[in-house]
């Protein structure tokens, strides 16, 4: 157990829809990433916050934001969605400093239909 | 762009033997590198870093070899348990940047045979 928690586990959904996936990180990690993982590709990263504002940005579409709230959990936001969003949606956390692990939740697996 | 290739996507070894796992990159800014496994419906757990200062490091059955010159990394794992199936990760991080965003590669599925 990484000490993430990623809710929900499953999803399953329709095309246009949004949907809010949720993560809360290990206790005192700072740091928050996304991570998406399609079919047969690698963990591609998509932003990440450290307390509280957006650090970096990776692969992420237009459509899809997230924020870190004040107790440091973290929603990402898929808007308008597309067969092709379906995916492995993770989250990881650390202290945010240099050489840090990230470590990583259980996942929410999406599926739109 | 892949910057971090893993060419095999499987890898199958009798229990008790060696498994050694690829990974290449191509951004010379890359100077740490991590291997994390992933069993089914789990999240990736880190198993192993090593420093682009370093070529070597270990840590019981796992070590991690790093050739800067050949931009490659390889994980090495003896002996090898069944328990080690998993799909394996390789991820780099660019230091330069102010953001300590890992990029992976798209992994191994490794299965140790009985």
């Known amino acids: 157990d990484s000490g993430v928690t990623q809710t929900p586990k499953h999803l399953i959904t329709a095309t246009g829809q949004r949907v809010t996936l949720r993560c809360s990180p290990r206790s005192g990690d700072l740091s928050v990433y996304w991570y998406q993982q399609s079919l047969d590709q690698g963990l591609q990263f998509l932003i990440q916050y450290y307390n509280g504002e957006e650090r970096a940005k990776g692969n992420i579409l237009e459509r899809f934001s997230a924020q870190q709230f004040p107790d440091l959990h973290s929603e990402l936001n898929l808007s308008s969605l597309e067969l092709g969003d379906s995916a492995l949606y993770f989250c990881a956390s650390n202290l945010g400093g240099p050489g840090e692990t990230q470590y990583f939740g259980p996942g929410t697996r999406l599926l739109v239909l | ?114």
Request: proline share 5%.
């Open chain 2, 1 to 114: 762009d892949q910057q971090v290739k893993q060419n095999s996507p499987s890898l199958s070894v009798q229990e008790g033997r060696i498994s050694i796992l690829n990974c290449d990159y191509t951004n010379s800014m890359f100077d740490y590198f991590l291997w994390y496994k992933k069993y089914p419906a789990e999240g990736p757990t880190f198993l192993i870093s090593i420093s682009s200062i370093k070529d070597k490091n270990e840590d019981g059955r796992f070590t991690v070899f790093l050739n800067k010159s050949a931009k490659h990394l390889s994980l090495h794992i003896v002996p090898s348990q069944p328990g080690d199936s998993a799909v394996y990760f390789c991820a780099a991080r660019d230091f330069s940047g102010s953001a300590r965003q890992l990029t992976f590669g798209s992994g191994t599925q490794l299965t140790v045979l009985p």
